[in-house]
T-cell receptor, first 113, second 114 residues
């Protein structure tokens, strides 16, 4: 049972345009959501997070949106840069679970110059 | 550099064997988490230790075990290895046992069972 789903295995975007990565979850107990970026031969790197008490969180070029009623979150990258090309993982956890993250399967983002 | 160190980077072994993966958390972090990433899949939570004590278990097989030592480094022991155990094994650390800060991951150990 996949509790966190990333339905797009890959996404290609032109440099300078917006990248939108999507994530759906099924467990309504999740209340903390994160995005990680992963380059080949490296571990996942924390990018941005959002608590369920918010619906938006921004950090520079990265914005995460949370729609609790739809159990959906998205990561917007504006403007996209070639260095953003990586696998992006959505992850979720719930209070009291000691940060046991449940990960999606990842989306490979390719930013074309 | 996340500050989390995992050794070895690569490990090739045969079915039925036993291996030990090692993780040194970031300085000051008390929590260590182990995750497994099989081909084209997301990371699956295996086990969590906080300050030497096991705090939670996820999808960890009985053939697998872990411990966290007084110096806070952790080891993941995989025994009676099967072909399906081939995967990337990641260690992550955080300062606390619960919420508040994201996990910081090491670069992983790639295990190949032949």
């Amino acid at each position: 049972d996949q509790q966190v789903k990333q339905n797009s295995p890959s996404l290609s975007v032109q440099e300078g345009r917006i990248s939108i990565l999507n994530c759906d979850y099924t467990n309504s107990m999740f209340d903390y959501f994160l995005w990680y970026k992963k380059y080949p031969a490296e571990g996942p790197t924390f990018l941005i997070s959002i608590s369920s008490i918010k619906d938006k969180n921004e950090d520079g070029r990265f914005t995460v949106f949370l729609n609790k009623s739809a159990k959906h979150l998205s990561l917007h990258i504006v403007p996209s840069q070639p260095g953003d090309s990586a696998v992006y993982f959505c992850a979720a956890s719930r209070s009291g679970s000691a940060r046991q993250l449940t990960f999606g399967s990842g989306t490979q983002l390719t930013v074309l110059p | 550099d996340s500050g989390v160190t995992q050794t070895p980077k690569h490990l090739i072994t045969a079915t039925g064997q036993r291996v030990t993966l090692r993780c040194s958390p970031r300085s000051g972090d008390l929590s260590v988490y182990w995750y497994q990433q099989s081909l084209d899949q997301g990371l699956q939570f295996l086990i969590h230790y906080y300050n030497g004590e096991e705090r939670a278990k996820g999808n960890i097989l009985e053939r697998f075990s872990a411990q966290q030592f007084p110096d806070l480094h952790s080891e993941l022991n995989l025994s009676s290895l099967e072909l399906g155990d081939s995967a990337l094994y990641f260690c992550a650390s955080s300062p606390v046992a619960g919420g508040g800060s994201p996990l910081h991951f090491g670069n992983g150990t790639r295990l190949t069972v032949t």
